[in-house]
Structure formats: structure tokens, C-alpha cells
């Protein structure tokens, strides 16, 4: 081998050392740059799984807080509001029972920050896998400090009992509060809703000014509103007769709208079946007599006018009579009662006035009651017992909230 050969093989072989060396120390440096990292982030991963247990209680408390938050601005609310409740007692003690939970929300401490996950970035810069290496190793460092400083898992404070407590609080004002309106001026159309909820009760009629007994409705200081009711314990045979017919009647106004169709009118038109009907019962004078059994028993019904016998009521006449109408308005108080509505509690205590001068003559047409701005009257012909049950059931009806 020349010397000449020999220089170049020598030169190979040197740049071949130099080359591995300089891959050694590369590969070298990225091996402890990843070996920092994985220390890191085994040591950040055991210290997140420490405060996930400590920030999920804290964050259990500030759920709890806001749960009872959340009660105390409605219960603040329907304070402010200020409405009138039906029991005034209810807004104390809401008002009370508020002031005691205002001490419970606890302070919510501060959430801890999980470290953040490393990873090594590709490359052939022994520079950067040292500056890397270097980070990891200040990193991990840091978890070691911050894992000295976790603070003990607070507890979380159960409110479910407080806020119970609170919320029936509410709902019971708020409920004495609606109570207050069902009873405050009410609409026709409501009473009569209520007053179908009595079980005594089994039919209704509101006055107009057309047939109003009082010639109250819609004066100052009258009724609003007067809803008659025909209770089923009354005896039919008290009431007027007159208040009761069939409801096929020329009288009736439900009649006298439909009429008779044209094929009727043709019909008789063709057979003369009308006249001769009138003619039979002028000869025979069944119409007279149907009248005057009617006005002996009160009822428009044949079979009704047999059966009926003394204690039958209104109700059982209804029943066995569908087809009759019954004028309840007519009928007044005497049937069951009536719950007069007034714009004005004033007013309403000035009708229990008018009424308290009857008392004790004959002119006195049973019990009455006050209820918010409605008067709520039944008749005299009920017992002493039965008309202060119904009274009672009648402000029950009026009174209750879905």
C-alpha cells in the first residue's frame, strides 16, 4: 500500500469516529432528555390524580353554594315582592327561616392547576434535547415543591335539608298569596269553576242585570258578580214551582231559538195533527189538569209529578227529569246559596251589614259568610249543621291552588 493510500484510509477511519461520536452524543442526549420527561410526567401524573380529588370537593362546594343560592334569591324575591298572603304569618316565617340560611353558604377555596404532560421534539440539535432535558428537570422540580403544599379535601356541605326547609317556606307563602287573589274579586267564570268542585252542589246560575233578584250587579257598591247554586240535600218541594219546567216549553228560550224545523211545519201543515191535538185537549181538558199538577208539585214531568213526594230535592227531580230546566237565579238563595263577589272587601262588609239586619226575622234567608271580597250565603232551608258545612266546603272550593 502506498503512503498516499494509507493517508486516506487513515482519514476515512478518523471521520468515521468523529461521525459516531457525533451520533453518540446526540443519541445520548435525547435518551436523557426523554428519560427527564418520563420522570416529569410520572410525578405530574400522580400529583394531578392527588388535587382531582381535592378541586372535585371544591367544586362540590360551590355546586352546594350555588343550589342554596338559588333558593335564597326566590325566597328574597317573593319578600321583596311583597305581596299580600292569605295568612300573613307565612311571609314571617319566611322571612325568618331566610335569615337562618343566609349563614350557610360556606367560602369555596381556590381551585389547584394540574400540571401540563411533556413530550420530546424530534430533531438532531443535542441543543435542544439539553434545553429540554433542562426543562423537564425544572418542571419536575416544581411538582416536588407544589406536592408539598396540597391542602386537606375540604368537606362538602350538604344544604338538602335547609333548602327544603326554604323552598316549603316559599311555596307556602306563595300559596297564601294566590289564595288571597282566588278570594279577591274573583271572576264570574272562576266561581263557577270552583262551585262545580262542591260535591253538594249540582247546578249554577249567574245573574245579569236582566234578572239580578238584588238589582245589585254592577251598582256602586254592588256585586261584581252573583253565581246562584242548587244544593241536592234542599227539598224541591220548599222551592217555587214556577223555577222548574220542560225544557221543550214554548217558554224556554232555548226552544223558542231552535223552533220547529220546515218538514215539522209542512208535516203538520198536511195532517192538521196540530189542530186536532188542541181541539182534544179542549175537550178533554188535559192541558188544565197537567197545569194544575204541576203547580200542586212543582214539577213539568208527569212521571216526575207522581213520583215526587214530600222530601224529594232538586237534585233527585233533575235526575229523573233530564229534560227540565231549572232556573237557578229564580230559585235564589232558597236552593243551595250563592257566593256574591264584590270589587272591595269595604263593600262586601257593608253587604254583611244589610244582611245582619234580617237576622232573626222572616225575612231572613239563611247563613252568610265572609271570604276575602265574596260573601258566600246558603239556604235556610238546610240545617244549622249542613249550612256551615257547606259554607265550609264552598270556602274550601274557592280557596284552593292547583
Keep these: 500500500?502506498?503512503?498516499?493510500?494509507?493517508?486516506?484510509?487513515?482519514?476515512?477511519?478518523?471521520?468515521?469516529?468523529?461521525?459516531?461520536?457525533?451520533?453518540?452524543?446526540?443519541?445520548?442526549?435525547?435518551?436523557?432528555?426523554?428519560?427527564?420527561?418520563?420522570?416529569?410526567?410520572?410525578?405530574?401524573?400522580?400529583?394531578?390524580?392527588?388535587?382531582?380529588?381535592?378541586?372535585?370537593?371544591?367544586?362540590?362546594?360551590?355546586?352546594?353554594?350555588?343550589?342554596?343560592?338559588?333558593?335564597m334569591d326566590r325566597a328574597e324575591a317573593d319578600i321583596k315582592n311583597d305581596a299580600e298572603a292569605y295568612e300573613p304569618d307565612t311571609k314571617e316565617d319566611l322571612q325568618d327561616?331566610?335569615?337562618?340560611?343566609?349563614?350557610?353558604?360556606?367560602?369555596?377555596?381556590?381551585?389547584?392547576?394540574?400540571?401540563?404532560?411533556?413530550?420530546?421534539?424530534?430533531?438532531?440539535?443535542?441543543?435542544?434535547f439539553e434545553r429540554q432535558k433542562q426543562e423537564a428537570e425544572a418542571s419536575l422540580a416544581a411538582v416536588r415543591e407544589a406536592e408539598k403544599k396540597i391542602p386537606e379535601t375540604p368537606a362538602v356541605p350538604d344544604f338538602s335539608d335547609a333548602k327544603k326547609k326554604l323552598q316549603d317556606k316559599c311555596e307556602e307563602y306563595e300559596k297564601s298569596v294566590q289564595k288571597l287573589k282566588n278570594v279577591t274579586a274573583p271572576s264570574e267564570s272562576f266561581v263557577t269553576e270552583r262551585l262545580s268542585k262542591v260535591d253538594t252542589v249540582v247546578q249554577t246560575g249567574a245573574v245579569t242585570k236582566e234578572n239580578d233578584p238584588n238589582g245589585l250587579l254592577g251598582k256602586k257598591g254592588g256585586y261584581t258578580a252573583c253565581i246562584y247554586f242548587l244544593d241536592k240535600r234542599v227539598d224541591r218541594e220548599l222551592l217555587p214551582a214556577e223555577a222548574f219546567r220542560e225544557a221543550d216549553d214554548p217558554d224556554d228560550e232555548e226552544k223558542a231559538e231552535a223552533g220547529a224545523t220546515d218538514s215539522e211545519a209542512a208535516e203538520e201543515s198536511k195532517t192538521g195533527e196540530t189542530g186536532s191535538e188542541t181541539a182534544e185537549e179542549s175537550k178533554t181538558g188535559e192541558t188544565g189538569a197537567e197545569t194544575a199538577e204541576e203547580s200542586k208539585t212543582g214539577t213539568t214531568d208527569t212521571e216526575t209529578a207522581k213520583e215526587a213526594g214530600s222530601g224529594d230535592t232538586a237534585a233527585k227531580a233533575a235526575e229523573e227529569a233530564p229534560k227540565e230546566k231549572i232556573d237557578v237565579v229564580m230559585i235564589g238563595t232558597a236552593g243551595g246559596g250563592a257566593v256574591e263577589v264584590f270589587a272591595s272587601k269595604k263593600d262586601a262588609k257593608e253587604r254583611i251589614e244589610y244582611l245582619e239586619f234580617f237576622d232573626g226575622s222572616v225575612m231572613a234567608a239563611g247563613s252568610y259568610d265572609l271570604e276575602g271580597t265574596c260573601v258566600i250565603r246558603t239556604s235556610k232551608h238546610l240545617s244549622e249543621e249542613d249550612q256551615k258545612k257547606l259554607t265550609k266546603a264552598v270556602r274550601e272550593a274557592l280557596l284552593e291552588v292547583d
Design 1 to 71: 500500500m502506498t503512503k498516499t493510500k494509507k493517508i486516506a484510509a487513515a482519514a476515512a477511519v478518523i471521520a468515521a469516529l468523529i461521525i459516531a461520536v457525533f451520533v453518540f452524543s446526540i443519541w445520548s442526549s435525547s435518551q436523557a432528555a426523554h428519560s427527564a420527561v418520563d420522570a416529569y410526567n410520572t410525578a405530574a401524573e400522580q400529583y394531578n390524580a392527588r388535587i382531582d380529588t381535592y378541586n372535585t370537593a371544591v367544586n362540590g362546594i360551590a355546586s352546594e353554594n350555588e343550589e342554596m343560592q338559588k333558593v
Design 97 to 128: 327561616e331566610l335569615e337562618k340560611e343566609k349563614k350557610l353558604p360556606v367560602q369555596v377555596p381556590a381551585l389547584i392547576d394540574p400540571f401540563d404532560a411533556m413530550t420530546v421534539s424530534g430533531g438532531f440539535s443535542k441543543k435542544e
